[in-house]
C-alpha cells in the first residue's frame, strides 16, 4: 500500500438507523483527537437534510456533522452523490454538489453505475488530502435485491479497498440475527472484508450479553469490536428517522408548532431551540394537533406545491390563516416562506407533477416562480427594521446558507426579513445589504436555512413570546450553539473509546494511537491545571495582582477562558475585605442551586458561615407572582428582609439573573440592605451588561464582576471558593 494514502475505515449497519451516522461522527472526532487529520465519506446518500458548503455546493447533512466532529470544513467530495426525494418514487440526484436533474427510483438504479468515476474522483481527493478517511454505508449490504451494482456498501469496499466494521441495533431486537444474517448473505470475498462486529444502542449491564457474544464470533469467525450503549448525545439526526418528528407534545412554557410536511426539509433549523428547556417544539401533521401555539414555523420543504396542496385539503391552512389572524407569528423558511405568499408559478413542472400557477396563502405580497437553476450559497447578514412582536431582532447578526430553486418577487414595496451580507451595524437604516424575505406584522419568511442559530436569536424569540403572554423567563444565559455541538461531539468520543476497542479498530486501520496523556497523580490535577493556566498567561504577557490572582485564575480554572484575565474586575480591596466576611460568620447568598452547589459549604461552615439559596422557597415563588416579578428579585427581597439589618455580613454570588443585580441596586439605593461583597456574574444578553454596569457604579458597595456577557453560576461558585481558599 502506498504510504501516502490515506487509511480507512467503513462503517456499514444492519439496517437503516441502526447507528451508523453516529459511529462514523464519533470516529472522526477520536481519530482528529489523536492528532489525525481526518475526513467522512459517504458515496451516496439519501436526505431532505442538505447543507450549502463555502463553494456554493450541496451535501448532505450527516457529513457536514461528521465534518464538524473531525474539525474538518465539510467538502461536497465528502458526499458525491445526494438523492433528495421529490415524490414517493423520485428524487432529485445531486453529484458532486450540482444537481443533474429528477429520476425516479427505477431510472435512477439503471443509471447509477454510470456515476463510479465520480464517486472514485471524489474519494481521490480526500485520500491525497487526509490521513484517515472514515466511510459511511447506507441501509444494510445484505439487501440482496439491489446488491448488483452496488455503489454504497461492499461494491465501495472493494473499489477502496475499505475494512469494514458491521454495526447492529439491539435496540430494536434480534441483534444477534442481524449480524449473523447480514453475514451469512454476503459472498465470501465480502464476508472476508468485515474485521469487527458491533452491537450498538444497548441498554443494561454488558456482562448478560458475554454468552451471546462469544458465540457470535465463532459463528461469524469475525471478533466483536464493541459494545455501544444507548448514547444521550444531542447531535442532529436524519430525516425521516429521527424521532424529533414525532414530537407532538408540549414540555415548555413557550409552544411552537411546527407544520411537518410530508416532504419537510432541513427541519435541523429549529435544532437551536431544541436546546432551550423553556421551549417546546412541536411537529404538527393535522388541525388538532395545531392548537393555539405561540407562534407556528412552516419549515423548508422539498416540494412546496404539494405541500401547500396537502396543508390545503386537511384543514391546515385554514386554521394557520386563522391564527395569523389573530396575530400569532408565523415563520416561513424557505419553501414555508414561498407557501406564505400569493402566487407559486411551475410551469415546467420543476418541484412537482403541478404544471401552472396555484395560489399561496395570502400572506405576503410575493409570488415564486420555479426555475430549473437551483440558488446554493452560504450567506450572513442583519435582520433588517423589523414590525410586530420580534422587532427586538432588528439589526441583529445572523448566518445560514440558501438553497432553493424559486425566484420570488414582491409586487409591493419590500419590507425585508434579512438584509444579507450586510456590514457592522451603526443605525439599523444605514445597514446596507442584499433584502431577503418578508416581514408584515408578525409574520415573517426568507429563505435563510440556520437562522435561528446565530447567538441570542433564540433567546430573543422566547423572550418576545413570553411577554405576549405576560411571563418572564429565567434562561441561564445565550446558547453558544457551536460551543454545544463540541461538547457534544467529545462526549460521543468518550462513550466510543470506553465501550470500542479501539486498540483492534487501529490495528485493523494498519496505525498506532497517536495518543499523548500526561501522566498526573489525581492529587496533583488541580495544582498542574494552575501550572499551565500559569504558564498560559505569561505567555501571553499578563501579569496578576497578587492579591487578585487566586480569584481570576480559578476562574479561569472553571471555564478554561483566559478572557477572564481582562475582565474580572475589582472593586478596592474587594478580596480583602469579602474574607473578613467570611471569617466573621459571613453568608453567601447565590441565585441558583447550581452555584449553591459549587461552593465549598464545609469550609465556608469552618468560619461560622452558610451558603442559602431562596429560589425554589415556597415563599418566593408566591412573592414573585403575587408582585409579577421573578423568583430571582423575590429572593433578594428575602435576603434583604432577613440580614438588612447588618447583623451578618452578605456576599451575594450573582451567576445566573440579570434581575437579580438589578433588584440588588436597588435594595442598596433604598438602604434596605449593605452587601460584604457583590459578585456580578451573570451570563446572557438581555439586560446582562446593563446590570452589571449599575454595581460597577456603586461607590461604597464592594464588587467583584465579570464585564461583559460571560459569566455562569460555576464562575460566581468559583471566586468563592477562590476567596475561601485564600484565607490564612
Known amino acids: 500500500r502506498n504510504k501516502t494514502m490515506a487509511r480507512s ?33 459517504k458515496s451516496q446518500n439519501m436526505a ?17 456533522v461528521q465534518a464538524e466532529a473531525a474539525g474538518v470544513k465539510p467538502s461536497a467530495y465528502m458526499n458525491p452523490i445526494l438523492l433528495k426525494p421529490t415524490t414517493d418514487i423520485g428524487s432529485q440526484v445531486i453529484v458532486n454538489g450540482v444537481s443533474i436533474g429528477n429520476m425516479r427510483a427505477k431510472d435512477y438504479f439503471a443509471y447509477k453505475k454510470q456515476l463510479i468515476p465520480q464517486i472514485m474522483e471524489a474519494y481521490k481527493h480526500l485520500d491525497e488530502e487526509y490521513d484517515v478517511i472514515v466511510i459511511e454505508g447506507a441501509g444494510s449490504p445484505a439487501e440482496i435485491n439491489l446488491k448488483s451494482d452496488d455503489i454504497v456498501n461492499m461494491g465501495l469496499a472493494a473499489m477502496v479497498d475499505a475494512p469494514v466494521l458491521l454495526a447492529g441495533d439491539i435496540d430494536r431486537g434480534g441483534v444477534f440475527a442481524q449480524l449473523y444474517g447480514t453475514v451469512e448473505l454476503l459472498e465470501p470475498e465480502e464476508r472476508k472484508r468485515i474485521k469487527g462486529l458491533i452491537i450498538n444502542k444497548f441498554r443494561g449491564d454488558k456482562t448478560i450479553l458475554e454468552p451471546g457474544l462469544r458465540q457470535l464470533e465463532d459463528l461469524c469467525r469475525i471478533p466483536v469490536a464493541g459494545v455501544v450503549p444507548y448514547m444521550n448525545v444531542d447531535i442532529e439526526d436524519e430525516d425521516s428517522l429521527s424521532t424529533k418528528l414525532g414530537n407532538t407534545r408540549q414540555k415548555g412554557c413557550i409552544d411552537i408548532a411546527v407544520l411537518r410536511f410530508p416532504k419537510i426539509s432541513n427541519f435541523t433549523d429549529m435544532d437551536a431551540f431544541e436546546r432551550m428547556n423553556e421551549v417546546s417544539i412541536r411537529y404538527v401533521s393535522k388541525p388538532t394537533e395545531l392548537k393555539q401555539p405561540d407562534m ?8 412546496t406545491i404539494d405541500d401547500l396542496l396537502w396543508m390545503r385539503q386537511n384543514g391546515l391552512e385554514a386554521a394557520v390563516l386563522k391564527l395569523a389572524a389573530k396575530q400569532v407569528p408565523v415563520w416561513g423558511i424557505c419553501g414555508g ?3 406564505m405568499g400569493e402566487w407559486l408559478v411551475d410551469e415546467l413542472a420543476i418541484e412537482s407533477s403541478y404544471k401552472g400557477k396555484i395560489r399561496g396563502m395570502g400572506l405576503f405580497p410575493v409570488e415564486t416562480e420555479f426555475e430549473e437553476e437551483k440558488v446554493r450559497t452560504q450567506t450572513e447578514g442583519r435582520f433588517g427594521e423589523l414590525y410586530g412582536c420580534f422587532r427586538e431582532l432588528s439589526g441583529k447578526k445572523l448566518t445560514g446558507y440558501e438553497i432553493h430553486m424559486g425566484r420570488t418577487k414582491s409586487r409591493e414595496k419590500e419590507q425585508p426579513l434579512c438584509l444579507l451580507n450586510a456590514g457592522e451595524n451603526t443605525g439599523i437604516r444605514e445597514v446596507k445589504g442584499i433584502p431577503c424575505g418578508w416581514n408584515r406584522k408578525n409574520l415573517y419568511g426568507s429563505y435563510v436555512h440556520g437562522i435561528f442559530d446565530a447567538p441570542g436569536i433564540c433567546e430573543t424569540i422566547a423572550a418576545a413570546l413570553a411577554a405576549r403572554k405576560g411571563i418572564t423567563l429565567e434562561m441561564a444565559g445565550q446558547l453558544d450553539y457551536r460551543a454545544y455541538k463540541e461538547e457534544q461531539y467529545d462526549k460521543l468520543a468518550e462513550i466510543l473509546r470506553e465501550s470500542l476497542d479501539m486498540e483492534k479498530i487501529y490495528e485493523i486501520m494498519g496505525l498506532e494511537e497517536k495518543i499523548h496523556i500526561e501522566q498526573v497523580l489525581p492529587s496533583d490535577i488541580e495544582h498542574r491545571s494552575f501550572e499551565i493556566i500559569g504558564e498560559e498567561l505569561k505567555a501571553m504577557g499578563k501579569e496578576l495582582e497578587p492579591e487578585l490572582a487566586p480569584v481570576i485564575m480559578r476562574a479561569i480554572h472553571t471555564t478554561a ?36 452547589s459549587g461552593v465549598n459549604k464545609k469550609r465556608l461552615e469552618s468560619y461560622g458561615g452558610e451558603a442559602l439559596c431562596f429560589m425554589a422557597d415556597e415563599d418566593v415563588a408566591a412573592e414573585a407572582k403575587k408582585n409579577g416579578s421573578t423568583r430571582a428579585v423575590a429572593s433578594m427581597d428575602k435576603a434583604a428582609n432577613l440580614f438588612g439589618d447588618g447583623t451578618r455580613p452578605c456576599i451575594f454570588a450573582i451567576g445566573n439573573a440579570p434581575t437579580a443585580l438589578i433588584r440588588l441596586y436597588e435594595l442598596i439605593q433604598e438602604r434596605k440592605i449593605k452587601p460584604a461583597l457583590i459578585i ?16 460597577l457604579s456603586l461607590k461604597d458597595t464592594p464588587y467583584i464582576v465579570a464585564e461583559g456577557r460571560k459569566g455562569g453560576s460555576n464562575v460566581a461558585a468559583a471566586i468563592c471558593n477562590a476567596l475561601l481558599y485564600g484565607i490564612k
Request: charged share 20%; glycine share 10%; proline share 3%.
Open 9 to 41: 475505515i467503513m462503517i456499514q449497519g444492519t439496517m437503516s438507523n441502526a447507528g451508523k451516522s453516529l459511529i462514523a461522527a464519533g470516529l472522526c472526532r477520536i481519530f482528529a483527537q489523536d492528532g489525525y487529520k481526518t475526513a467522512p465519506f
Open 48 to 64: 431532505l437534510n442538505s447543507f450549502i458548503t463555502e463553494d456554493g455546493l450541496e451535501m448532505g447533512r450527516a457529513q457536514v
Open 296 to 303: 407556528v414555523i412552516l419549515p423548508g420543504t422539498k416540494n
Open 337 to 339: 416562506f414561498q407557501i
Open 561 to 596: 477562558d483566559f478572557d477572564y484575565a481582562d475582565h474580572l474586575k475589582f472593586s478596592e480591596h474587594a478580596v480583602e475585605k469579602a474574607r473578613e466576611a467570611i471569617k466573621n460568620g459571613g453568608v453567601i447568598i447565590t441565585d441558583t442551586k447550581m452555584g449553591w
Open 680 to 695: 456580578g456574574a451573570p451570563v446572557g444578553f438581555v439586560n446582562v451588561i446593563q446590570s452589571k454596569e449599575l454595581i
